[in-house]
Every structure is written in structure tokens, then in C-alpha cells.
């Protein structure tokens, strides 16, 4: 059982350029987040997904594209990367409770640098 | 708008010591769960404990307790007994209880450093 698995763990990229980052996960989760890590801020959610099809905006979305097409799959595309966007990404997911909140799983992360 | 604040950025405690890391939290909400984070150096996030708003009991996961006052919105994370493998950053999450949303808001943080 994997978890929740992120493809690439290092990534440097130029400004300008484009890139997705993958995530899958391999426990049905309905719902999909992705987060980022900034020194001394905490994690920010980026965008997430709360099914097949349906994706909406957190907090910093801006430079961020996202799609759901698999109950497995969330991928995060950086359609022009600037040195702002140099970060730890997480991705995330979690089954939501009946009758209780349920925590989320992160993935292990993705070091992405913009220079 | 939802806020956590944690206001320790770092804290030591000796081997065996308890030690309490401090959460606030901010929200027009009555439903919501609060959520505790470890991240070791390797970097990973590991769930740790979690609060429901309406739970009238504190939360407990063996020597983790969440210490809930929901008057004055806090909920402090207790480490009894520490480790040198409890030496990570800690983060206090949380999410409202809306229907099709899925927003986790986290604290900035705190580094603890278990000595011996």
C-alpha cells in the first residue's frame, strides 16, 4: 500500500518554463489537495478536489492549474514557473467521514527551485 | 476568516519531560475539527491527534493529548514523557465542516528539540 506518492521529489526549473507535478494515490480517497511550504509560513493549500471532475481554489491558486479526471490522480501544472513559486509541494488526501472529520495524508513532498 | 496562530516559534524540553505546544485558533464557525502535524527533518507530515469541535472529551493518542478549551479557542498539543525522536516541527491545523470543501489551514509552526 503506497500511500500517497509524488513524482518528481527534486525538480529545478527556469523561469518561463512549465511543468507538472503528479501525484497519485492508491486508496480511494475522494478527496485531493495540494499545499505548499514556504520558510516560517506553514503549509498553504493550492487547490483541491473533492471528486472526479470537481476541483476548486484555496488560498494561493494563482500560477496554479489543476484537473481531476481519475479518483486516483491530481496532478499540479505550473504553466509559467517563477522564482516565487520555489517551494516544498505537498499533496494530499483523504477519505471525508460520515459522521466525523477524517485526516488528511500527505504525500512526501516535491522540491521544486525556479531560477 | 479561519486562523491558527502558534506562537512559539521553537521550544526545548529534557528527555522525559512533558511539554506543551500552544494553538489558536479563529473562526465563525461551530463545526470544525483541529488537527495536530509532526514534521520530522526528513520531511514528511504525519498525523498526529485529532479535536472535534463538538467533542466534549479531550482527545487522546498514547502520549499525545490535545488539550481543548473552546471558549478561548485554543488547543494545545501535550507531549508527555518526550523523546529524542519527538524532535520534529509541529503544526496545528484546521479544517471548517462544509459540505464538497476541503480546506486545511495551518499555523506557521513550531520546532521543538527534545535534549537528553
Known amino acids: 500500500n503506497a500511500g500517497v506518492t509524488q513524482t518528481p521529489k527534486f525538480q529545478v526549473l527556469k523561469t518561463g518554463q512549465s511543468m507538472t507535478l503528479q501525484c497519485a494515490q492508491d486508496?480511494?480517497?475522494?478527496?485531493m489537495s495540494w499545499y505548499r511550504q514556504d520558510p516560517g509560513m506553514g503549509l498553504r493549500l493550492i487547490h483541491y478536489s473533492v471528486g472526479a471532475g470537481i476541483t476548486d481554489q484555496g488560498e494561493v491558486p494563482n500560477g496554479y492549474n489543476v484537473s481531476r479526471s481519475t479518483t486516483e490522480d491530481f496532478p499540479l501544472r505550473l504553466l509559467s514557473a517563477a522564482p516565487s513559486q520555489t517551494s516544498v509541494y505537498f499533496c494530499?488526501?483523504?477519505?471525508?467521514?460520515?459522521?466525523?472529520?477524517?485526516?488528511?495524508?500527505f504525500g512526501q513532498g516535491t522540491r521544486l527551485t525556479v531560477v | 476568516a479561519q486562523k491558527i496562530t502558534q506562537t512559539q516559534p521553537g521550544m526545548f524540553v529534557q528527555e522525559k519531560e512533558a511539554v506543551t505546544l500552544d494553538c489558536t485558533y479563529d473562526t465563525s464557525d461551530q463545526s470544525y475539527g483541529l488537527f495536530w502535524y509532526k514534521q520530522p527533518s526528513s520531511g514528511e507530515m504525519i498525523f498526529l491527534i485529532y479535536?472535534?469541535?463538538?467533542?466534549?472529551q479531550n482527545a487522546t493518542e498514547g502520549r499525545y493529548s490535545l488539550n481543548f478549551q473552546k471558549a478561548r479557542k485554543s488547543a494545545n498539543l501535550v507531549i508527555s514523557a518526550s523523546q529524542l525522536g519527538d524532535s520534529a516541527m509541529y503544526f496545528c491545523?484546521?479544517?471548517?465542516?462544509?459540505?464538497?470543501?476541503?480546506?486545511?489551514?495551518f499555523g506557521t509552526g513550531t520546532r521543538l528539540q527534545v535534549f537528553p
Open positions: 491545523a484546521m479544517r471548517e465542516r462544509a459540505y464538497n470543501t476541503d480546506k486545511l489551514i
Open positions: 494530499a488526501s483523504r477519505q471525508p467521514g460520515q459522521g466525523g472529520d477524517t485526516e488528511a495524508f
Open positions: 486508496m480511494n480517497h475522494e478527496y
Open positions: 479535536q472535534g469541535s463538538y467533542d466534549e
